[in-house]
Nanobody
Framework: QVQLVESGGGLVQAGGSLRLSCAASGRTFSNSHMGWFRQAPGKEREFAAGISSGGSAGATYYAESVKGRFTISRDNAKSTGYLQMNSLKPEDTAVYYC???????????????????WGQGTQVTVSS
């Protein structure tokens, strides 16, 4: 089992940027796909971005709502994943969660039920 701790959330004005980090402990992180999900008040948890287990050369995938603004990355040597969020909008306001999927199944990257380990979440608030 991988333990995950997110950090980097906060309050930012529309158009601003934030970088979320996800520190992992456990031996399977480098062999796991990783995803970022978000949940706004009154809404279901939704996929934001995913990256395969291949480190800096890993495949990535983004929800249409964040494509071109968010960048997911990972550093397996540091057991850490990142989500760089630029050009933030008020509708990006949510609790953001990182998660890992092991064994990795890229075809299920959009499905939160396929991820076995989750962080506690970090709040991102974008003011207009």
């Amino acid at each position: 089992q991988v333990q995950l701790v997110e950090s980097g959330g906060g309050l930012v004005q529309a158009g601003g940027s934030l970088r979320l980090s996800c520190a992992a402990s456990g031996r399977t992180f480098s062999n796991s796909h990783m995803g970022w999900f978000r949940q706004a008040p009154g809404k279901e948890r939704e996929f934001a971005a995913g990256i395969s287990s291949g480190g800096s050369a890993g495949a990535t995938y983004y929800a249409e709502s964040v494509k071109g603004r968010f960048t997911i990355s990972r550093d397996n040597a540091k057991s850490t994943g990142y989500l760089q969020m630029n050009s933030l909008k008020p509708e990006d306001t949510a609790v953001y969660y990182c998660a890992v999927q092991y064994p990795p199944r890229w075809r299920d990257i959009l499905d939160p039920g396929s991820f076995g380990s989750w962080g506690q979440g970090t709040q991102v608030t974008v003011s207009s």
